[in-house]
């Protein structure tokens, strides 16, 4: 496969982690729809997306979601995240920092605002806040009626030499969240296809990486796993949004009666009776 533009910047980011420096950059997108994409994903919630930020110069659709169930709202991985309401949970799969941003989680804080996150990632805050859960993969909570559930998130393949952008041994996590009115939801993380995602069933929604190049899962490997583990709803992210063939691949792979939604495509949009946007 020919590497493209995201594959460097992921690259160097692997190689920083070991000499202790960052070298990416993470900045708002200019390709990015003004109009936050919203769609609703169970009873009385929405899944919610700022859409595309650039790492370096790759313009990239991300990881990064809000969740909002009745009076509660949920982040996962949230960058770039503009005009937003105040967090109940925030959620953080690792600290990369196309994942990771403390400049949005300071935004997002309020006093009761509680964040569950790898001990990686703890570290990072403990001036920031001491409402942190600590989490490893295969590990269960239940926050407020919410029932948070950790799954490993990790690299088979390495990006450069032994380098593995994502390695087994850093205890990333995904999360399979089930809401109180009983949705399902699974985002992956940053992972490759492995045999512990094969444990996940009775998924609603499913939040898949498809971006490939030994960062994470291809499109052709997404499309595997939704496969057997069969969502409702998937939704790709972590990708080169020039990507298109990856973005067909995985749309042409997953089962016709698993319905996909495509976040990052302006045309998507449209204006609902009560006045905002979204995919309804």
């Not at 690259?11 to 200019?30: D, Q, W």
């Not at 094969?198 to 291809?218: F, H, K, Q, S, W």
């Not at 499309?223 to 973005?247: Q, S, W």
Request: glycine share 6%; with cysteine; proline share 5%.
């Amino acid at each position: 496969m020919k590497p493209d533009r995201l594959y460097f910047p992921i690259l160097y980011l692997a190689l920083s982690i070991n000499l202790g420096c960052t070298m990416v950059k993470v900045t708002i997108s200019e390709k990015r729809n003004p109009i936050p994409q919203q769609v609703a994903v169970g009873e009385n919630t929405t899944l919610t997306t700022w859409g595309a930020i650039k790492v370096n110069k790759a313009h990239f659709f991300p990881s990064s979601f809000q969740l909002k169930t009745d009076n509660t709202i949920i982040y996962i991985d949230p960058v770039e995240v503009a005009n937003a309401e105040p967090a109940d949970f925030i959620l953080l799969t690792h600290g990369h920092p196309d994942h990771f941003s403390i400049k949005d989680i300071k935004n997002l804080l309020k006093s009761g605002t509680v964040i569950v996150c790898p001990k990686g990632v703890s570290k990072k805050l403990k001036n920031i806040t001491d409402k942190i859960h600590e989490v490893r993969p295969k590990e269960q909570l239940i926050l407020e009626g919410i029932h948070i559930e950790t799954t490993w998130a990790y690299n088979t393949k390495s990006v450069f030499l032994w380098i593995r952008a994502h390695p087994r041994a850093k205890e990333n996590v995904g999360y399979v969240l089930t809401l109180k009115n009983g949705t399902k939801v699974y985002h992956a993380g940053d992972t490759d296809y492995i045999p512990e995602m094969r444990e996940i069933r009775d998924v609603d929604v499913a939040l898949v990486p498809i971006g490939g190049d030994n960062l994470t899962m291809n499109g052709e490997e997404a499309a595997k796993i939704i496969n057997e583990i069969k969502p409702g709803i998937v939704i790709p992210m972590h990708y080169e949004i020039k990507n298109r063939n990856e973005l067909k691949r995985f749309e042409t792979l997953v089962n016709g009666k698993i319905k996909m939604i495509k976040l990052d495509r302006e045309n998507q949009l449209k204006k609902n009776d009560d006045g905002r946007f979204g995919l309804y």
